[in-house]
Each structure stands twice: as structure tokens, then as C-alpha cells.
């Protein structure tokens, strides 16, 4: 009783419990735990150190990496389970347990993240991220397209070669008016500006194939009422795609860049959209500048 006794006493810190309610469910590395608690390094490996010790957990070492594994007696377990609800963070430690062991499986991604990096370090004629991104807006169905957030519209101006319609909506009327006239002396037909806001945005209910956010999510005072707005404007079967800046701490982006959220986490952009009611809900980190303050990308996209 002693060893049990001693044991509740070290798991009724709040952040060793949800180290232990994780581990139940799967084998896990540090920064794996990091990238779910929000965590540092130093903290959590203080953490499981502490459990490792009372023998509640064990490591397995591969290469340099180890991964942790619960050890603890399932009748203790089964009285830290019955805490769960004492403990508000672990809906979302499900949730981000999930989306940390999908990213595992996701090969593929870091293949093609490094390739992406190689793609313009030797100078190959005729070759260029331009000429990709023609390429593929040529293969783009023709659809009803609403930039929402477009700024001067440079990417509605691109992806109007292809669609059927664009339709850009900012909150500046400088920037509406100065995408206007661009439209206009480039003569396309098929793009139209609007002054509009996020989060109450000036077109009709299940009108569009695609919303499209770029660069955009950060400055919505309410981003998740931003993304019901495209939800709304999306025709059923259509789709949204967000390019945002992941989480990160550089706090001079408000000033510099008027930016009211400093990014989102893969997790938050999908609580998003499923929140809106998008479904088959995919989120990625795109790409990672190698510049400080080495700002990434992530991509979320869904159906209606």
C-alpha cells in the first residue's frame, strides 16, 4: 500500500498525470510529449525522470532518440483515470495525441519537405517554383473562387487565369480599390473586388467551390467565426483551403505586420474547421523558412 500511496502522491502533479494518461494510450519520444503538453524539454524530462524512478514508466533508446512507455500497475491507473475529469487539458491531449501520431506515420511529408528544400539550390534552366505553380494552376478545374483576405489580390490575379470566377474581398479600401484597377488594366474579366471583412463576409450562402485564406486567419479578431463565414459560402461539396504561419513567438509581427495572433498550431487550425463543419480535415506544415525568425507554414483544407 505504501508503494501505491507513494505513487498517487507523484501523479497527482497535474502535468506527471497527463504524462501517464498519454503513455497509456501509446509509446511516445520528448518532443513528441513537448509538441502535445506545450511544454519544454527540460521540464518534461525532470517529469518522467521523477516517474522513472518510482517505476511508473520505462525508456527504450533508438539511436538518439528514446521513447517512454507506461509501466505503472493497471490498479493505479485505474484510480488516475477516475481524475480525468479533474484534469481540463485532456480533451486536448487526446486531440493533439492524435495529430502527433498521424504526423508519425506521415513519411511522405518529410520526404517531401526535403526535397522541397533541394528544389532550388542548383540553378537548372526553365526550372522554378513560378513555373510549378502555372503548371498547376493550369490543371485547376474551373471553379467559383473566394480569395477572402486578398490584399492587392496578387493570388486571385493568378488563380483568375483558370477559374471560372474570382471573387476578393479586403477590408481596405485601398487595397480594394488598387486591386480593382490592376484587374481592370490587365483586363481580367473574371475577377471582382469587394470591401469586406472576414467575419462577415459580402457574398451569398453556398456560392463558391473554394475558400481561400492566405496569409490571412492571423489578422480575423475572431478566426474561428472567419472560417463559419467560409463555411457558409461554400457550396456543399466545395472546399477551403488556410495558409497560415504556425505558432510561433515572435511578438514583433503585431507591430510590424498588424498581426492580431502570433500563428496557429496544426491542432488549433483543425478545431477550426471541424468546428465550422468541415470534414476530411488534413493540416500540414508546408514549409520553413531557414531565416531567423524561421516562420513556418501550415495548410489546412477541408470539404463541406
Given at each position: 500500500m505504501a508503494s501505491i500511496l507513494k505513487s498517487l502522491r507523484l501523479a497527482a502533479d497535474p502535468n506527471r498525470l497527463r504524462l501517464l494518461l498519454l503513455l497509456e494510450h501509446e509509446e511516445l519520444s520528448v518532443a513528441e510529449l513537448q509538441e502535445i503538453l506545450a511544454k519544454?524539454?527540460?521540464?518534461?524530462?525532470?517529469?518522467?525522470?521523477?516517474?522513472?524512478?518510482?517505476?511508473l514508466v520505462d525508456d527504450r533508446r533508438t539511436g538518439k532518440n528514446a521513447f517512454y512507455r507506461l509501466k505503472a500497475p493497471a490498479e493505479l491507473m485505474r484510480l488516475l483515470r477516475q481524475a480525468i475529469h479533474e484534469v481540463p487539458e485532456a480533451e486536448h491531449d487526446r486531440e493533439a495525441l492524435r495529430l502527433v501520431l498521424r504526423k508519425r506515420q506521415d513519411k511522405m511529408r518529410r520526404y517531401f519537405d526535403e526535397?522541397?528544400?533541394?528544389?532550388?539550390?542548383?540553378?537548372?534552366?526553365?526550372r522554378s517554383w513560378k513555373g510549378v505553380a502555372e503548371a498547376l494552376l493550369k490543371l485547376m478545374p474551373p471553379m467559383v473562387i473566394a480569395d477572402l483576405g486578398a490584399g492587392e489580390g496578387t493570388i486571385a490575379q493568378l488563380m483568375a487565369q483558370r477559374a471560372k470566377k474570382v471573387i476578393a474581398i479586403d477590408n481596405s479600401e485601398k487595397m480594394v480599390e488598387f486591386g480593382a484597377e490592376l484587374a481592370k488594366k490587365h483586363a481580367i474579366a473574371n475577377l471582382e473586388y469587394r470591401l469586406g471583412d472576414l467575419e462577415d463576409v459580402p457574398i451569398r450562402a453556398a456560392t463558391v467551390d473554394l475558400?481561400?485564406?492566405s496569409q490571412a486567419l492571423h489578422h480575423?479578431?475572431?478566426?474561428?467565426?472567419?472560417?463559419?463565414?467560409?463555411?457558409r459560402i461554400v457550396k456543399p461539396g466545395g472546399r477551403i483551403a488556410v495558409?497560415?504561419?504556425?505558432?510561433?513567438?515572435?511578438?514583433?509581427?503585431?507591430?510590424?505586420?498588424?498581426?492580431?495572433?502570433?500563428?496557429?498550431?496544426?491542432?488549433?487550425?483543425?478545431?477550426y474547421l471541424k468546428g465550422a463543419g468541415f470534414r476530411n480535415v488534413e493540416t500540414?506544415?508546408?514549409?520553413?523558412?531557414?531565416?531567423?525568425?524561421?516562420?513556418?507554414?501550415?495548410?489546412g483544407t477541408g470539404e463541406k
Open positions: 519544454g524539454q527540460s521540464q518534461i524530462s525532470t517529469h518522467l525522470a521523477q516517474l522513472k524512478q518510482a517505476g526535397l522541397a528544400g533541394k528544389f532550388g539550390r542548383q540553378y537548372v534552366p526553365g475558400a481561400f485564406l480575423a479578431a475572431h478566426p474561428e467565426r472567419a472560417i463559419a463565414e467560409a463555411y495558409l497560415d504561419l504556425n505558432r510561433h513567438h515572435f511578438e514583433e509581427a503585431r507591430e510590424m505586420y498588424a498581426d492580431l495572433w502570433l500563428g496557429f498550431t496544426e491542432l488549433e487550425l483543425e478545431k500540414a506544415v508546408v514549409y520553413r523558412e531557414t531565416e531567423a525568425p524561421h516562420f513556418e507554414t501550415v495548410l
